[in-house]
């Protein structure tokens, strides 16, 4: 079993920078993908980050050239480097895990982009 806790949310300007650390607890040898996900209010929840075991990266496209997914194995952490924000980035960003396929989730971590 794996838990996840984020932190790094808040509030900023647009155009602003904010950088989003989830840290994993339990099985973590098992993990394979990591990835940050984020929901609007009445919206449905989008995938905007992926990074594998091997560090391969896939972004949405909305937040290609803006957002940096980066993972640290040895310290079970998973990043998101969020740059050149918009008030449309504005959501709840929540970490996620993947083993075998299961999924786990961290609690989530709001981030607020003030026009």
């Known amino acids: 079993q794996v838990h996840l806790v984020e932190s790094g949310g808040g509030l900023v300007q647009a155009g602003g920078s904010l950088r989003l650390s989830c840290t994993a607890a339990g099985s973590i040898a098992s993990i394979n993908n990591m990835g940050w996900s984020r929901q609007a209010p009445g919206k449905e929840r989008d995938v905007v980050a992926i990074?594998?075991?091997?560090?391969?990266?896939k972004y949405a496209d909305f937040v290609k050239g803006r957002f940096t997914i980066s993972r640290d194995n040895a310290k079970n952490t998973v990043s998101l480097q969020m740059n050149s924000l918009k008030p449309e980035d504005t959501a709840v960003y929540s970490c996620?895990?993947?083993?075998?396929?299961?999924?786990?989730w961290g609690r989530g971590t709001q981030v607020t982009v003030s026009s």
């Open positions: 996620w895990s993947s083993i075998a396929g299961e999924l786990t």
């Open positions: 990074i594998t075991r091997n560090l391969n990266t």
